[in-house]
């Protein structure tokens, strides 16, 4: 399509590939394990090596840059909407109301760690917010990623006047004894249905108490951001290559070291249940700035023109990235759950690496083979369809 800008389906497909190092973590291993690397699987080695890379260069680096581009996404899609006379109000609450419905359908049926529910919720509260100045929604931006940093230290300050029972509740959730693994482990590997009351639960907890004290200020602070960038050509290709490399430099001169720094204390403090509030902080701030370091490789490797044809795949995995979102955690699911191969808690980091790589060049090859013969991935489609209330055109 004419239309589209090819820097953002680019930023947008490194993005939905990245997101997996970590997402596949979630689906293989017990849920301790992807907060706290220590409650299981090998850290020696290789093993270790593969997580230190995850950690520095994917954890939460990857759902930073899915924010910014997904808040770039909503300035794009309602001025495109003003341009072209339509009723830009509701196209917008009907498009983030459906987005809603699928996460919705995704958490309960196939993976309860979506963000499309987040998303969805972030983009209805955000639209007021759209026109603002870039510096306003830079500004507004940091004060809502404030807001979760601050819901946590004020949660670790505390934490010695919690009561015991809520201590030791703590304990067994960050570090889990040996019997609760192995109930978790065997409730993965079991059928879809058994694993249903377990999976909706924590859905429930994701899109309630998750999204409360940490997702909707995260997102929503990401997405402001992503707008205000948006806006002054940065995530468009548009900015001056200083700028890239400049933002490259922070991301290696103070991200970096942030985020390796927090690891030392992470490790330093035994990994214990301070490390959830406190040792989390470093990452959590230190991410923002390597995403941006991300976003600068990207468009410098775009404007020098490098590896053509690997910058078309990944544009095309960016046009199709909510089906491909999808796709991930159908794969996923099928190789780790119990109605599928079973896999869960029997592959190590390293390892799930090597299945990340496989579906990365399944998803690369499948991406564009798809847009040779349709205009939009199906799921594409289908929300395009449903937010214009008809059938959109499909094949080429």
């Given at each position: 399509?004419?239309?589209?800008?090819?820097?953002?389906?680019?930023?947008?497909?490194?993005?939905?590939?990245?997101?997996?190092?970590?997402?596949?973590?979630?689906?293989?291993?017990?849920?301790?394990?992807?907060?706290?690397?220590?409650?299981?699987?090998?850290?020696?080695?290789?093993?270790?090596?593969?997580?230190?890379?995850?950690?520095?260069?994917?954890?939460?680096?990857?759902?930073?840059?899915?924010?910014?581009?997904?808040?770039?996404?909503?300035?794009?899609?309602?001025?495109?909407?003003?341009?072209?006379?339509?009723?830009?109000?509701?196209?917008?609450?009907?498009?983030?109301?459906?987005?809603?419905?699928?996460?919705?359908?995704?958490?309960?049926?196939?993976?309860?760690?979506?963000?499309?529910?987040?998303?969805?919720?972030?983009?209805?509260?955000?639209?007021?917010?759209?026109?603002?100045?870039?510096?306003?929604?830079?500004?507004?931006?940091?004060?809502?990623?404030?807001?979760?940093?601050?819901?946590?230290?004020?949660?670790?300050?505390?934490?010695?006047?919690?009561?015991?029972?809520?201590?030791?509740?703590?304990?067994?959730?960050?570090?889990?004894?040996?019997?609760?693994?192995?109930?978790?482990?065997?409730?993965?590997?079991?059928?879809?249905?058994?694993?249903?009351?377990?999976?909706?639960?924590?859905?429930?907890?994701?899109?309630?108490?998750?999204?409360?004290?940490?997702?909707?200020?995260?997102?929503?602070?990401?997405?402001?951001?992503?707008?205000?960038?948006?806006?002054?050509?940065?995530?468009?290709?548009?900015?001056?290559?200083?700028?890239?490399?400049?933002?490259?430099?922070?991301?290696?001169?103070?991200?970096?070291?942030?985020?390796?720094?927090?690891?030392?204390?992470?490790?330093?403090?035994?990994?214990?249940?301070?490390?959830l509030f406190v040792g989390t902080q470093f990452n959590y701030w230190g991410s923002v700035l390597v995403s941006l370091g991300w976003v600068a490789c990207v468009m410098l490797a775009l404007k020098a023109a490098w590896l053509p044809g690997l910058t078309r795949k990944l544009a095309a995995v960016g046009r199709t990235a909510f089906s491909q979102y999808i796709l991930q955690s159908v794969l996923c699911s099928l190789i780790f759950q119990g109605y599928g191969l079973g896999w869960f808690g029997r592959v190590e980091r390293s390892e799930q690496l090597g299945i990340v790589l496989a579906i990365w060049l399944l998803q690369l090859w499948l991406a564009a083979l798809w847009l040779r013969h349709f205009q939009y991935g199906p799921l594409e489609w289908l929300w395009r369809s449903l937010t214009y209330r008809r059938a959109q055109p499909?094949?080429?």
């Amino acid at each position: 399509m004419s239309d589209r800008i090819e820097a953002l389906d680019v930023l947008r497909g490194v993005a939905l590939l990245g997101i997996l190092v970590m997402n596949v973590q979630a689906f293989a291993m017990p849920q301790a394990a992807y907060m706290n690397p220590t409650a299981w699987g090998r850290l020696e080695g290789v093993d270790l090596a593969a997580w230190l890379v995850s950690h520095l260069l994917a954890d939460q680096k990857m759902m930073a840059l899915f924010s910014m581009l997904f808040g770039a996404g909503i300035v794009l899609f309602t001025e495109r909407a003003e341009a072209a006379g339509r009723p830009v109000g509701s196209l917008h609450f009907r498009r983030q109301g459906w987005l809603l419905l699928f996460g919705v359908v995704h958490a309960y049926l196939i993976w309860y760690g979506d963000i499309l529910f987040t998303y969805a919720v972030c983009g209805m509260l955000l639209y007021p917010c759209r026109r603002l100045s870039p510096a306003i929604q830079l500004i507004l931006g940091l004060t809502l990623l404030s807001v979760a940093s601050a819901i946590f230290l004020f949660l670790g300050g505390t934490m010695s006047m919690w009561p015991e029972a809520e201590r030791l509740a703590l304990q067994a959730e960050w570090h889990p004894p040996v019997e609760q693994l192995q109930t978790e482990i065997a409730r993965y590997r079991s059928g879809w249905f058994e694993q249903f009351p377990y999976r909706a639960e924590l859905a429930f907890e994701v899109q309630t108490f998750t999204l409360l004290v940490w997702g909707l200020w995260r997102a929503a602070g990401l997405m402001l951001i992503g707008m205000a960038l948006y806006r002054l050509g940065v995530l468009s290709g548009q900015a001056g290559r200083r700028t890239y490399v400049a933002m490259l430099g922070a991301a290696l001169t103070l991200g970096l070291p942030v985020v390796a720094y927090g690891i030392y204390w992470n490790f330093a403090n035994g990994w214990g249940p301070s490390s959830l509030f406190v040792g989390t902080q470093f990452n959590y701030w230190g991410s923002v700035l390597v995403s941006l370091g991300w976003v600068a490789c990207v468009m410098l490797a775009l404007k020098a023109a490098w590896l053509p044809g690997l910058t078309r795949k990944l544009a095309a995995v960016g046009r199709t990235a909510f089906s491909q979102y999808i796709l991930q955690s159908v794969l996923c699911s099928l190789i780790f759950q119990g109605y599928g191969l079973g896999w869960f808690g029997r592959v190590e980091r390293s390892e799930q690496l090597g299945i990340v790589l496989a579906i990365w060049l399944l998803q690369l090859w499948l991406a564009a083979l798809w847009l040779r013969h349709f205009q939009y991935g199906p799921l594409e489609w289908l929300w395009r369809s449903l937010t214009y209330r008809r059938a959109q055109p499909f094949r080429r």
